[in-house]
């Protein structure tokens, strides 16, 4: 057990050191890039292109962390995700972006499995919320601290913003060199394909839905919003801290009330509140008021995170832990994108709309208890 918890501290450490080079460098990529000469168009390549491999990867990279073990992944993928920081100082022609920007999310999106069949692996199935819930804190620390401090070296050498935050995931898979090899189980019998997986996460991948849609949406609307309601970018900023800051802290907290309770009831309660606020902020003008209202809906909407997927680790058979876990984020990530896809198109129609379609696929992702498979399965994972 011991052994156990210093694995989890290890990787949550190393998350952390990653999670802050992340956010150091992500608010200031579009800027980097329009300083080269580069369209908003290309920005929007260049981000799209991340998004598309860090799914696409997701499953390979979940079935060689179960045949081979989670460690060569996880420093694999971290490796080359330090090192990819570099590659946009290079003197590339502009389109060579989409590139680099694809081969990095592709380098991101491998981490993710492996470290999540990790947690699941070494943590009993009761526990694996809190566990899940202190991961996800470590990500939102990232983005709490990581601006802030990137902001302020870009505005002496932008370049640099992609020195530091190469060196940060360097220090951060030094960290993680002292994870072991967790291998899964032995499994006996024909592997599972992916479509099968797929078949049994459903209703779970429906439950996710509501939070991933929101989440590539508010990307992509957010900001629209908030300087659509007369917000400086300061302002943006603080918003996006103020809906960070209570994630950071009670993730934890929230994922052991999942493992006490039940982990879809939590979901659920989250893609209500979500809803609530969807509908409720096209309403609101104030921009003090949305960033308040923000502060209180992150404590609700991002609480169901670690209890649906410690409730996936819990579906998945012996032996394929990583890969469920990546078919998973696989299609949670396709989600973010539909999310920022349709959020911008409804939002050039009306702020409204777009807010009232994040509601309307939380609320379709609520009514998942109510399927009579979904329903026994959540019984199910609370008797255990």
């Known amino acids: 057990m011991r052994m156990h918890q210093r694995t989890l501290w290890t990787l949550y450490a190393g998350n952390l050191l990653t999670s802050i080079g992340l956010w150091f460098f992500l608010p200031l990529l579009p800027i980097f890039i329009g300083r080269r000469g580069g369209s908003s168009a290309l920005v929007g390549a260049v981000f799209a292109a991340g998004l598309l491999a860090n799914a696409a990867i997701r499953y390979p990279a979940g079935w060689a962390a179960d045949r081979w073990g989670t460690r060569p992944v996880i420093l694999g993928s971290m490796v080359a995700y330090s090192l990819l920081f570099l590659a946009y100082l290079l003197p590339l022609p502009l389109v060579a972006f989409v590139g680099v920007r694809f081969l990095h999310g592709a380098a991101a999106g491998a981490y993710w499995p492996a470290a999540n069949g990790l947690i699941a692996q070494v943590t009993p ?204 984020q696989t299609v949670q990530t396709l989600i973010q994108i539909v999310g920022a896809l349709i959020g911008g198109a409804l939002f050039a129609l009306s702020p409204t709309y777009a807010f009232l379609a994040i509601a309307a696929v939380c609320l379709l992702g609520a009514s998942t208890t109510l399927w009579p498979r979904a329903a026994r399965a959540n019984h199910t994972s609370e008797v255990h």
């Not at 009761?126 to 990137?150: D, H, N």
């Not at 024909?190 to 996460?201: D, F, I, S, T």
């Not at 997927?309 to 032996?319: C, K, L, M, N």
């Open 125 to 328: 199935p009761r526990q694996r919320g809190r566990a899940f819930g202190f991961m996800q804190s470590t990500m939102m620390a990232g983005m709490l601290v990581g601006p802030g401090i990137g902001g302020f070296i870009g505005l002496f050498n932008l370049s640099a913003v992609f020195v530091v935050s190469a060196f940060m995931c360097g220090v951060a898979t030094l960290a993680l060199t002292f994870l072991p090899n967790v291998r899964a189980e032995p499994v006996l019998g024909v592997p599972e394909g992916a479509l099968r997986v797929v078949r049994k996460l459903v209703p779970l991948i429906v439950l996710g839905a509501g939070t991933s849609y929101m989440i590539g949406s508010f990307d992509t609307i957010w900001p629209l919003y908030m300087t659509y309601r007369g917000a400086s970018t300061l302002a943006v900023g603080i918003s996006f801290v103020a809906f960070a800051l209570p994630a950071t802290l009670l993730s934890a907290q929230a994922g052991a009330l999942g493992d006490r309770f039940g982990p879809r009831r939590l979901v659920v309660v989250a893609l209500l509140a979500t809803a609530f606020f969807s509908c409720l902020y096209p309403f609101i003008s104030s921009v003090g008021w949305l960033i308040g209202l923000g502060l209180v809906e992150g404590a609700f909407t991002i609480s169901g995170g670690p209890s649906l997927i410690a409730e996936v680790s819990r579906t998945a058979d012996p032996g394929h832990q990583a890969r469920t876990q990546g078919v998973f």
